[in-house]
């Protein structure tokens, strides 16, 4: 009877863990609070807002500066979609998305400014090349956030973002490639591509996202191009499993 039940026991977590895999091969995940290495919104968040913007204003080393506005960057975008979440059908969704998206694009703009500065002044400073590492990936998973917006909204307010999105893409490309020279660029590229911790459902949509980079930027279309070549393989392996989820 023991063996029984152990076997029974047995079954069940192997039929939830295998329904999990596949609920997240379905689509059904998406990039956390934890993903963007900052905090999920609660009652005090706001807060929280105003110690960092605090800390913003009294740091003075342009690095640290930058990393602080990029969490801030990425609380907005959380906050984004929780607006889309409490308003989806709502008459004021269009206005709020807007003003959260001028919020938004303002902070990237002051970390964009400030990081060309710096890699004038230095550079070769390994401090820029860690936070462009993370900058990169960072910004590639706003560009999923807002990418999964886009299938929750009214069509109004999908235009809205997919425009925005759009904007933001090539944005972040034409400053990527003013940062960087090519082999550099594909590396960031490739680096969430490669990460086999991630839920496959972001390395897929990173991919998806590269594929609009390439059309959007003319500037790194080559760079783009030679690592779909050189990593043909994966490349291939993660479109055949987007086929297979849809």
């Known amino acids: 009877m023991l063996k029984k039940s152990f076997v029974i026991a047995s079954l069940t977590l ?30 005090f968040s706001w807060l929280t807002n105003i110690v960092r913007d605090v800390q913003i204003f009294f740091t003075f080393d342009p690095i640290k500066k930058s990393e602080r506005q990029l969490e801030k960057a990425s609380q907005q975008l959380i906050k984004v979609r ?26 990237i703009e002051k970390i964009n400014t400030r990081i060309e500065e710096f890699k004038g ?55 990527m490639n003013r940062l ?31 594929d609009e980079l390439e059309q959007a930027v003319p500037a790194i279309k080559e760079g783009i191009e030679e690592l779909k070549e050189e990593k043909g393989e994966l490349f291939q392996e993660l479109r055949i499993r987007n086929q297979q989820n849809r």
């Not at 956030?145 to 972040?172: C, D, G, S, W, Y």
């Not at 990460?195 to 390395?203: G, M, P, S, T």
Request: proline share 4%; charged share 35%.
């Open 180 to 210: 960087q020279n090519k082999e550099e660029l594909k590396e960031r590229l490739q680096e969430g591509l490669e990460d086999n911790q991630r839920r496959i459902e972001q390395r897929i949509m990173q991919m998806e996202i590269l």
């Open 14 to 43: 192997s039929f939830l863990f295998f329904s999990a895999v596949l609920a997240q091969d379905a689509g059904t995940v998406e990039i956390t609070a934890e993903d963007l290495g900052i905090k999920e919104s609660g009652p």
């Open 82 to 107: 929780e607006i889309v979440g409490e308003n989806v059908d709502g008459p004021v969704l269009q206005e709020k998305l807007a003003k959260a998206d001028e919020k938004y694009q303002e902070t």
């Open 121 to 175: 002044e230095n550079p070769e400073a390994p401090q820029l090349k860690t936070f462009l590492d993370k900058y990169t990936d960072h910004q590639l998973l706003h560009q999923q956030i807002l990418k999964k917006l886009e299938e929750q909204v009214p069509e109004r307010a999908m235009e809205t973002i997919r425009e925005n999105r759009k904007e933001h893409l090539e944005k972040f490309g034409e400053t």
